[in-house]
Each structure stands twice: as C-alpha cells, then as structure tokens.
C-alpha cells in the first residue's frame, strides 16, 4: 500500500527567509510520481512542482524546490524567499504506476509572519 | 485552456436528504477523480475515472454514495441520504491520461458541503 507522511501540522516562517516542509512517504512501486500541492483558504489545490523516481536531480520551479532522497523515501518541499502570500495549507501527494491513482499526505499549514 | 469547473460551490442540507454534485473535466483529460477532503485533513480519493469506466471506488462508501461519468466526459457525484459526517469539500480533478506518475491532476474548487 502506498503512504504519504508529512508530520508537521503547523508551520511559521518570516517573511523572506526560507521554509522546508517534510514529506515521507511508503511504496513497493519502482516508478512513481511525487507532488507537491498548496491549498489557501479559497480551497481550489495548485499544483507546485513533480519529482520522478528516476530523475537524477532535485526538482526546482521559481522559489519551490523538491529535497528528494530516495533512500530515505524523502521529498522534502523548499520554499525560498517566503512571501506572505505562501500562507496555506501544503500537501504532498504521490502517484505510483499502478492504475495513477493519487494519495495525499495530511497537510501543514504554513502561516508567514511579516 | 479553462479549468475544472464544480458546482455549486456551496451546499446546505439536511441529514437524509440527498445531493449531488457536478463536474465538468478540462477538455480532453480522459481521467477523472472526486475527492473528499474533511476539515483539517488530506483530500481522500473516493473514485476515479478513466473515460467512462471506473478505475479505483474502493473508498466509496457505495451505500450512500454514487457516481457517474456518461459518454467520458462530465461526471456527477450523489449522496443519499445524506449524514453529518458528510460535511466536507469535495473536490473533482482530472488528468490527461492515466497512469503514469509524471501525471499532475487539475482540481477544480470544490463543492463545500454542510451537512445539519
């Protein structure tokens, strides 16, 4: 069965200084997908970056980057330069190749002070 | 390119009433997935479609809850009869193809439900 852990339910950060949002995750799949999502208060899910099993190197999109560690099954979300429009609720969430069905961790919020 | 599209994007209703919700897909995505996300927790997968077939509804409490997809592309969630338990945001998305883990999902809003 496929798992995704994120044990940080809350999170605060200064405006402008960088903030990493742990994500692990469990799968016997050898190819699958990782994502990070953010949810403001609005409630729609914006998709925020992807990290493949297979991809060599760390995923990045503007200030978002992805800490991936495989052996650690770890995929670690990076915001740098945090803005206060960054407050809200982040999910990861993991695709495996077994039918595309995909799973969301529980979630942190992320409130920036400024 | 327009978006997922859910409504209504709020419900009010009785326990043991019924509900449904709708959904309209981006154009052309073949997959298609309602979610159920409760306050404070991750959205929870509850059916997946590839066209018109279903997928993935194991967690789809059968009982209560119904869903379709005619002809592969809008689909329509129901509940009935209704609980207080049912209260949460209900999510549609949709994907391009199936299956492969490159594949991000497109949500839509969301339909906030308040069961009472």
């Known amino acids: 069965a496929q798992k995704i852990t994120q044990t940080q339910p809350g999170m605060f950060v200064q405006e402008k200084e960088a903030v990493t949002l742990d994500c692990t995750y469990d799968?016997?799949?050898?190819?699958?997908?990782l994502f990070w999502y953010k949810q403001p208060s609005s409630g729609e899910m914006i998709f925020l970056i992807y990290?493949?099993?297979?991809?060599?190197q760390n995923a990045t999109e503007g200030r978002y980057s992805l800490n991936f560690q495989k052996a650690r099954k770890s995929a670690n979300l990076v915001i740098s330069a945090s803005q206060l429009g960054d407050s809200a609720m982040y999910f990861c969430?993991?695709?495996?190749?077994?039918?595309?069905?995909?799973?969301f961790g529980q979630g942190t919020e992320l409130s920036v002070k400024p | 390119e327009a978006g997922v599209a859910q409504s209504p994007r709020y419900k009010i209703i009785e326990k043991r009433q019924s509900v449904a919700f709708w959904c309209n897909p981006i154009?052309?995505?073949?997959?298609l997935y309602w979610y159920q996300q409760i306050l404070g927790q991750g959205p929870k997968l509850l059916i997946q479609?590839?066209?018109?077939?279903?997928?993935?509804d194991s967690q789809l409490p059968k009982d209560r809850f119904s869903a379709e997809r005619l002809k592969g592309v809008d689909s329509t969630l129901k509940i009935q009869p209704a609980k207080l338990e049912d209260s949460a945001v209900y999510l549609c998305?949709?994907?391009?193809?199936?299956?492969?883990?490159?594949?991000?999902?497109?949500f839509g809003q969301g339909t906030r439900l308040t069961v009472v």
């Open positions: 479609f590839q066209n018109n077939g279903v997928v993935d």
């Open positions: 799968t016997s799949d050898q190819s699958y997908g």
């Open positions: 990290q493949g099993s297979y991809d060599e």
């Open positions: 998305a949709s994907s391009p193809r199936l299956g492969t883990g490159d594949t991000e999902a497109f």
């Open positions: 969430a993991m695709r495996g190749n077994q039918g595309g069905k995909l799973i």
């Open positions: 154009s052309g995505h073949a997959t």
